[in-house]
């Protein structure tokens, strides 16, 4: 027993290796419908960066993770579509956040497998605290829409609209639509502070802004580094 804890200790990368290995990767963060894939896909095609797009691997994800290990991505939604759509509005939320850690671990991972000579540009949303250990300030943008642009264009691109019309589709779809949208801006506001809060260049568009029409210069200094 003595020894299996030892290999498993052995086996978490400290972060200060993990941040070593990673000086050749930007990160395009935030929140919905902030303009990081179109952003992203701007810096690969005039810059030549390798594009990396979370949502891309969410079946690999999928396909790796354990009930152990990472719980939230391991939960069998199709057992019950009704019921976790369904589930109180907080419930919902501390799910999602739940989620989305543990897929930064395997977002990590995956970039530690790009050869260092190549500059890599993610598109995704990594939480706050890990983007501090792991990757210099000077390498993070934070792209996000204020909380009524995010609610209104949500569902937008075709995998939204897809679980918007399979949410509809239940007879009380219209109730269930109610509480995903609750839940998905329960913390919008201190997500919010916290973006603006975290130390990181930011871009909060406007209704004005055509992410096309932007560059990485805009981008505003951080109010403050915590």
Request: aromatic share 10%.
């Amino acid at each position: 027993r003595q020894r299996q804890m030892c290999i498993r200790d052995r086996m978490k990368i400290a972060n200060n290796i993990i941040k070593e290995h990673l000086k050749n990767v930007y990160f395009l963060c935030g929140g919905a419908y902030g303009g990081k894939t179109t952003m992203a896909r701007l810096l690969e095609e005039k810059h030549g960066f390798i594009r990396y797009r979370q949502g891309d691997h969410y079946d690999e994800y999928v396909s790796v993770a354990s009930e152990k290990e990472q719980p939230a991505i391991s939960l069998d939604r199709s057992a019950d579509w009704h019921g976790y759509f369904a589930q109180p509005p907080r419930q919902y939320a501390d799910w999602m956040q739940a989620e989305l850690r543990e897929e930064a671990e395997f977002t990590i991972a995956d970039l530690l497998s790009f050869p260092k000579d190549q500059k890599i540009i993610v598109d995704g949303i990594i939480p706050l605290d890990i983007l501090k250990e792991i990757s210099d300030y000077e390498h993070v943008f934070l792209l996000f829409a204020p909380d009524e642009m995010k609610l209104q264009h949500y569902f937008d691109r075709a995998d939204k609209d897809e679980v918007y019309q399979f949410i509809l589709s239940f007879p009380d779809g219209k109730e269930l639509l109610d509480n995903v949208i609750e839940a998905l801006n329960l913390d919008n506001e201190q997500e919010r502070r916290n973006m603006l809060e975290s130390g990181f260049k930011f871009l909060e568009r406007t209704d004005h802004d055509t992410v096309e029409g932007l560059s990485l210069i805009h981008i505003s200094e951080p109010t403050r580094r915590s």
